[in-house]
């Protein structure tokens, strides 16, 4: 019985998070409330808060579904053992490049991150979250280029912090603006490309070089 139980709570909270991805791409996430998602979840706000403390809980829960696919391979790129960090890392951004479009589920929760967070006044807890978020982002994908640094991968010299923000606004500038006209290419035939692109930004620019001297 314990177990029925338990697995009840895990469909119960996965009905939420599915609930929360529609709601949230078709109002918003500054108009939703949790009585709309619980409406569509077919609970109460009180299921809701038996999964999650608020909101931006819940929000997080559904940012992390989309990352387990390839939680994988983001967590190689910074093994020490890994032996190629760099080619792990050019597979994770292929991946995320092409799960965007062939994926509808990862697509829909890219579209409310880059184009239905609202950060108004009342939404100041959402952006500060957002913000957390993308500076841990930055820390794992630092450790990512050590790693490749220490393999023999990239160059010894390699700014890494500044490295590591090219890397991330060139990923976030591509998802959004592909988003927002997706009929201009296949972002999925077209990822291992892009990827390749922004890792030999990496290898090649000088301008990403600490101590290079520039005019």
Request: net charge negative; with cysteine; hydrophobic share 40%.
């Amino acid at each position: 019985m314990a177990r029925r139980t338990k697995q009840e709570a895990l469909e119960t909270r996965a009905q939420i998070i599915d609930a929360a991805e529609l709601c949230f791409s078709r109002k918003g996430v500054a108009h939703t409330s949790l009585a709309d998602i619980a409406k569509r979840a077919g609970v109460t706000r009180g299921a809701i808060y038996w999964h999650f403390e608020n909101k931006d809980e819940l929000f997080d829960a559904l940012l992390l579904r989309a990352r387990m696919p390839i939680q994988h391979l983001d967590e190689a790129t910074r093994d020490a053992d890994e032996e190629d960090p760099l080619g792990k890392l050019q597979v994770l951004l292929t991946e995320i490049f092409r799960q965007n479009e062939l994926d509808p589920t990862t697509r829909r929760i890219n579209e409310i991150v880059f184009h239905k967070c609202e950060y108004t006044d009342r939404m100041c807890d959402l952006r500060e979250h957002m913000r957390e978020l993308r500076r841990q982002s930055l820390i794992k994908l630092q450790g990512s280029l050590r790693n490749a640094i220490a393999r023999g991968q990239l160059p010894e010299r390699l700014d890494v912090p500044m490295a590591a923000a090219c890397v991330q606004a060139q990923v976030i500038g591509i998802l959004d603006t592909w988003l927002l006209r997706p009929e201009d290419y296949s972002l999925a035939e077209r990822a291992e490309q892009l990827a390749s692109g922004i890792l030999d930004t990496l290898r090649y620019s000088p301008a990403l070089l600490i101590g290079e001297t520039r005019e």
